[in-house]
């Protein structure tokens, strides 16, 4: 057995010693879900779990309390490889992108890489990524993380997320941003005198009118989706102010930016035909498409192979969703695994996959995440050091 084939054998070892204390770390997230830059409990459970690993833990990186960094310090600061950490949820289906399952597994792959420290030819980093999901407002720790220059100590960087096939891409992503636009009219009596109101709820579906009439002529990988967070209060009273916000993507940052300025344009026509004035917000920064690295992919897809899951290398969902790990992907070379924890009859961002993530497979999927990506880590501090 090689030396480094006998580091990946110690570290496999580790995680699974560690895997009960994983598992239920994993649960113990999955049982109270916190959206984005709340996620207190689940920063403390990982923070506490990788200290007790004897790993290095600073909290509050980036300006962002739950973000953290733990180090596993190996026999040289650089080469670096991160191992990213997400651990929100979503409103009203909790863990259903299985965010809790991410953090456990790259906790497991900081605690695997941690017990063979002194022989390790580099060093590693837990980062616990803050707000992926773009449920909350300024979403997108990741962004926030490479501004603060938590990133410029990193020479690469690997993460998993829980899906429904085994899947290493070597495609990219959608480029994305969101988009809130607030309507402000004139209340009325809509019965009495609405000639003297300005019905703000006009504005909005004008918008939306417009948005439905540019679809026809958007590329095929583009998508806008929306809806109406504020539409009034009372079916007689003309709405003085309505809000409606939009997700837009597309293949790329330079499409999206003129794709969100049509359809920040369609809200500009709502407002002008309803005579409401408008207010234009930014609510989530521009998520880049991905740019994965084929090296560290090649090795997310032979580690993963080790322990077990044969990945193909594309699906036909790919490029349909967006992440700040594509952010990530543009400043450092970076890869991400998909690994199933249910068939493709569970659609992703349902409660039936947030009930899968805290099912049997998604165990396993925290144990052979743990391990490939710990086993790619090693790898890639050894091609950087050679």
Request: negative net charge; proline residues 5%; contains cysteine.
């Amino acid at each position: 057995m090689s030396g480094i084939e006998n580091l990946k054998s110690r570290v496999c070892a580790a995680v699974d010693a560690w895997g009960g204390r994983l598992w239920e770390t994993s649960l113990a997230i999955h049982r109270a879900p916190e959206l984005g830059y709340a996620e207190h409990q689940a920063a403390d459970l990982l923070c506490s779990l990788l200290a007790d690993g004897g790993l290095a833990v600073e909290r509050g990186i980036g300006g962002m309390p739950t973000a953290f960094r733990a180090t596993v310090a190996g026999q040289l600061a650089r080469p670096c490889i991160a191992v990213l950490a997400e651990m929100d949820a979503l409103p009203d289906v909790g863990h259903a992108c299985g965010h809790n399952l991410i953090g456990a597994a790259a906790a497991g792959a900081g605690l695997g890489l941690a017990a063979i420290a002194a022989q390790l030819p580099g060093s590693a980093v837990v980062l616990g990524c803050p707000a992926e999901e773009s449920a909350v407002d300024g979403s997108g720790g990741k962004i926030r993380l490479l501004s603060a220059g938590v990133f410029d100590a990193v020479d690469a960087a690997i993460m998993v997320h829980p899906g429904t096939l085994d899947l290493v891409s070597v495609s990219t992503s959608l480029a994305s941003c969101g988009l809130e636009f607030e309507f402000v009219g004139k209340a009325a009596h809509a019965a009495l005198a609405p000639h003297q109101g300005i019905n703000a709820l006009d504005g909005v579906l004008n918008t939306f009118s417009g948005v439905n009439a540019l679809r026809q002529s958007l590329p095929p990988e583009a998508r806008v989706h929306g809806i109406i967070t504020e539409g009034g209060a009372s079916p007689n009273i003309i709405p003085e102010r309505a809000v409606c916000r939009f997700r837009v993507r597309a293949r790329n940052h330079v499409e999206l930016s003129e794709l969100a300025e049509k359809v920040t344009n369609c809200a500009r026509a709502g407002a002008l035909a309803s005579g409401a004035k408008l207010i234009i917000r930014e609510t989530t920064p521009t998520y880049l498409e991905v740019r994965p690295d084929a090296e560290v992919a090649a090795a997310l897809f032979r580690n993963l192979a080790v322990v077990g899951r044969p990945v193909c290398t594309s699906s036909p969902d790919e490029r349909k969703a967006s992440t700040d790990f594509g952010n990530v992907s543009q400043a450092v070379p970076a890869a991400c695994a998909t690994v199933a924890i249910a068939d493709d009859t569970v659609a992703v961002h349902s409660p039936a996959f947030a009930a899968a993530a805290a099912a049997e497979p998604a165990r396993r999927m925290v144990l052979d995440s743990a391990k490939a990506l710990a086993m790619t880590a090693i790898d890639l501090l050894a091609a950087r050091r050679t």
